[in-house]
């Protein structure tokens, strides 16, 4: 039961986090600069974290989340901004439609393999991109006014549901199906695995959590524009898996903090934001080529959570010296 | 042997484009017999074990599984039903561990849901431990329970064979396909692994098909044997029978060295 004791002790962390955070919000000490910036960290922490799921966990190279954080970021501003519903009914519909979009682009891509599955879904986030360019129930290519409703409480309680859910995904025997895809699919598939059908669910529950993270992003401008989700930003999000070491999920969330702060304190320096920014990519890349985590998670640094992706590495270095 | 074959492949043929890579092959397996398939480099063996498994559907004829056909199933399909094979070149999940790779053969046999899991419910904490005591039961079986949390890739080459054939079973086979299991071995391994195949066949009670070159260790363990060349079968029957049979000399040693060379 040591699973369960390391549940009780994340939660507690998350708990600890969130209060400090909180207290330091309500008591006025964190201004509303860092409390948003507090928010867009976790926001992109959701965000990669759904995307590791079909990049780090399946293997399956998605370029095109963030035509699925469109889609929620959408469908939750229609909720809140034309319905005048509430926000976590919002957050709940985005993330619906979104894994609904997740399902009709996964069925026919996930037959594609490596170049061909990256360029198909790349596609289907252009399109669906330009499908909101051209709508003008939400503004087309002006945009939409969206209030600023998404506050610390509503980020860290998705994110916390985020990393609950993935993790105990992963660490079943659905996670390990889908590790096994990764590995090699032609042995997953001769062991029994179903893998066009997990592949679809990874990619559904992805897309799910990027429409969640969708609605979070719209309540925390003022405005949603088409451009907004260009492929530029389906790359920022698999800079963060690629950067934290695929198949880590702590790798994942470590380098959505850590490039989110860098680009946020790049923003007083304008000119050579993009330089610098560049320059860490290259600098972690050259001397972290499997990212920073590599496939480990920072639990099996504790002893703690043997995760699904391969034993402890405590034993393989006994064994390595051994032999 | 009365009863009906367990396994019986009609007339299947497979062509690639204009290629015919197996044609009108025709095998039946009963219930607990060894058989070997030989042939030359290209005959077409490993093609068949794909055909069998799924992997390619075939273009024409039928393969009945206890009277089931199983054309066109993916090969998923045809492990549940119980079919499954290790590779020639070993293919592993080589970044999980021992015991993962075993658990993820028994992924069929566990049945909690997606949402269980998610939501942690107590069918998945007693399908996940079922899951765990008998894949390390399993492993035990093998010897390979002292690397129960050690990464696939870094066994032996011996072990990681050992593996495969261990996750094959896990999977629950009535017939197992081994292609080249011996691939690479020395001496000392090749008699381990024709005493491991011996011990697997009794324990599980199994029907094993294998593929090999090494022919001490066919002709040392298999009751009966098929021989493919360019995609036909040759020959079929016992090993003696094929040992002295004229075709399989000439298909392994070529036409001229027949004359010379039969020997009894």
């Keep these: 039961m040591k699973k369960v004791r390391g549940f009780w002790f994340f939660l507690i962390l998350s708990v600890f986090v969130y209060g400090i955070v909180q207290f330091l919000i309500s008591a006025g000490m964190l201004d509303i600069y860092y409390s948003n910036t507090l928010i867009f960290i976790g926001i992109n922490i959701i965000l990669a974290v759904s995307l590791h799921l079909v990049i780090g966990i399946t293997g399956q190279f998605s370029i095109g989340h963030a035509g699925f954080l469109a889609v929620g970021a959408y469908i939750s501003a229609i909720i809140t901004m034309k319905l005048q519903l509430p926000l976590s009914l919002a957050l709940v519909a985005g993330g619906i439609v979104a894994a609904l979009a997740g399902l009709i682009v996964g069925i026919p891509t996930l037959r594609l393999k490596g170049d061909y599955l990256a360029i198909a879904t790349l596609g289907f986030a252009e399109i669906i991109r330009i499908i909101f360019l051209n709508i003008d129930y939400v503004g087309g290519a002006a945009g939409m006014q969206v209030t600023h409703l998404t506050t610390w409480t509503y980020t860290f309680v998705c994110l916390f549901i985020t990393i609950t859910v993935i993790t105990n995904f992963t660490n079943s025997r659905h996670g390990r199906a889908c590790v096994s895809i990764r590995e090699n699919e032609i042995a997953a598939d001769a062991m029994g695995i179903n893998t066009t059908y997990y592949k679809v669910i990874a990619f559904t529950l992805g897309s799910f959590f990027a429409g969640i993270a969708g609605g979070l992003y719209a309540h925390n401008f003022y405005i949603i524009q088409p451009s907004n989700f260009g492929f530029l930003k389906s790359f920022d999000i698999l800079i963060f898996v690629v950067l934290g070491g695929l198949g880590s999920l702590s790798g994942s969330v470590i380098s959505a903090i850590f490039l989110t702060i860098v680009s946020t304190f790049l923003q007083n320096y304008p000119e050579t934001r993009m330089i610098i920014y560049s320059l860490v990519l290259v600098i972690v890349m050259l001397y972290r080529p499997q990212g920073l985590m590599g496939t480990r998670e920072i639990t099996d640094f504790f002893g703690k959570w043997k995760g699904s992706k391969g034993g402890n590495s405590d034993a393989a270095k006994s064994f390595t010296e051994s032999s | ?264």
């Design chain 2, 1 to 264: 042997m009365q009863q009906s074959p367990l396994l019986k492949v009609h007339n299947v043929g497979i062509n690639f484009g204009g290629l015919k890579a197996v044609s009108d092959f025709n095998m039946e397996i009963h219930q607990g017999e060894l058989i070997g398939l030989i042939g030359p480099n290209g005959a077409g063996k490993t093609t068949c074990f794909n055909l069998l498994t799924g992997v390619y559907i075939p273009t024409e004829g039928d393969i009945l599984l206890e009277g089931i056909r199983l054309n066109g199933l993916a090969p998923y399909q045809v492990t549940q039903r119980g079919i499954s094979r290790t590779f020639q070149n070993i293919r592993l999940f080589n970044e999980l561990s021992v015991l993962d790779n075993v658990k993820v053969a028994y992924h069929s046999l566990a049945k909690h849901s997606i949402l269980s899991s998610i939501f942690r419910l107590p069918t998945h904490f007693s399908g996940e431990k079922e899951m765990e005591e008998k894949s390390i039961e399993f492993l035990k079986i093998f010897q390979l329970d002292t690397f129960l949390y050690e990464k696939a890739k870094n066994l032996p080459y011996g072990m990681q064979r050992r593996l495969e054939i261990a996750r094959a079973l896990a999977a629950g086979p009535k017939l197992l396909l081994l292609d080249e299991p011996a691939a690479g071995m020395n001496p000392q391994e090749t008699q381990e692994l024709m005493e491991l195949i011996a011990f697997i066949r009794e324990k599980f009670n199994l029907t094993i098909l294998l593929i090999e070159h090494d022919m001490k260790l066919v002709m040392g363990i298999c009751e009966r044997i098929y021989v493919l060349d360019h995609g036909q079968l040759i020959a079929k029957g016992s090993p003696n029978e094929i040992r002295n049979h004229p075709k399989v000399i000439e298909a392994y040693l070529g036409e001229e060295v027949v004359e010379s060379h039969v020997e009894g």
